[in-house]
């Protein structure tokens, strides 16, 4: 069993709303990647760090912005919710040339 | 590059047939490649992997390819089962460097 976790599992918010979305990993992993997934498409990487204080944009644009402050978390954020944001969105984490541990997903609607 | 908005092909299977689920990964310089299960609702789990210096890798019911010259990778899986039903990724990632690439994925349907 992975040692990632996501937090809320669900969540409905209003469109306009500031929103974090939580993910803790317990193994010590200095890479961190955010993936966002519609239903029965491809992983899109959203945001990636390679450690404390390291963040970078992936290959999917995204309105969205990360931290990380601490080894163990990398929170997203979005500042003003919209409709177009509603999507799965999923973190992992890994060594350097390592597989990657998926947490289980946040499933985001925007209304 | 990446597509955006794409639907996931589909391989459907008779239970305790064998599937082979096929990817094409771009990077020459990737040397480690990944196969992730993803069942509904959860995120991706690793099944399997193989470094470049490898062309083949045993698992349990799994089998993992790796043809460098036509950057072709495959997963084979022996006597599928309604439970091996899922998405199935590949991704390949260069161990000297710091991004994975996904691959599109594969549905697989296992009918009973």
Known sequence: EADIYQTPRYLVIGTGKKITLECSQTMGH???????QDPGMELHLIHYSYGVNSTEKGDLSSESTVSRIRTEHFPLTLESARPSHTSQ?????S?????A??????????? | GE?????????????GDNSIINCAYSNSASD???WYKQESGKGPQFIIDIRSNMDKRQGQRVTVLLNKTVKHLSLQIAATQPGDSAVYFCAETNTGGFKTIFGAGTRLFVKA
Do not use: N
């Open chain 1, 30 to 36: 200095d890479k961190m990647y955010w993936y966002q």
């Open chain 2, 32 to 34: 480690y490649f990944i």
């Open chain 2, 3 to 15: 597509s955006v908005g794409l639907h996931l092909p589909t391989l459907s299977v008779q239970e």
């Open chain 1, 101 to 111: 541990f998926f947490g289980q997903g946040t499933r985001l609607t925007v209304v």
């Open chain 1, 89 to 93: 969105y999923l973190c992992a984490s």
């Open chain 1, 95 to 99: 060594e350097f040339g390592e597989e």
